[in-house]
């Protein structure tokens, strides 16, 4: 599977980004996948995640109720709508493919990065 996020740039302080994740392989639509970020200096950390059904999404805390994961398996694409963009946002966003689990973790497939940078 390859993955290509694409989407980032630079926004103010309260402004919405779609990020987008194009996937490569016809097993797209049976794997998990989530959303994780890296900012300057620090770890990377999950985002968000869902189900290969879409039946089932995760939120990091922080992000809850402002980002939303969902999925079109027809196109091979995950998306991250994020609204309410603070600057602590301000991040690489990777998207990943997990074949066996919730894609929460234990990833098996990465893509590159896309940066997201958010003004105050």
């Known amino acids: 599977v390859q993955l290509q996020a694409s989407g980032g740039g630079l926004v103010q302080a309260g402004g919405s980004l779609r990020l987008s994740c194009a996937a490569s392989?016809?097993?797209?639509?049976?794997?998990?996948m989530g959303w994780f970020r890296q900012a300057p200096g620090k770890e990377r950390e999950f985002v968000a995640a869902i189900r290969w059904s879409g039946g089932s999404t995760y939120y990091a805390d922080s992000v809850k109720g402002r980002f939303t994961i969902s999925r079109d398996n027809a196109k091979n694409t995950v998306y991250l709508q994020m609204n309410s963009l603070k600057p602590e946002d301000t991040a690489v966003y990777y998207c990943a493919a997990d074949p066996s689990g919730t894609g929460r973790s234990g990833m098996d497939y990465w893509g590159k990065g896309t940066q997201v940078t958010v003004s105050s």
């Open positions: 392989g016809r097993t797209f639509s049976s794997y998990a």
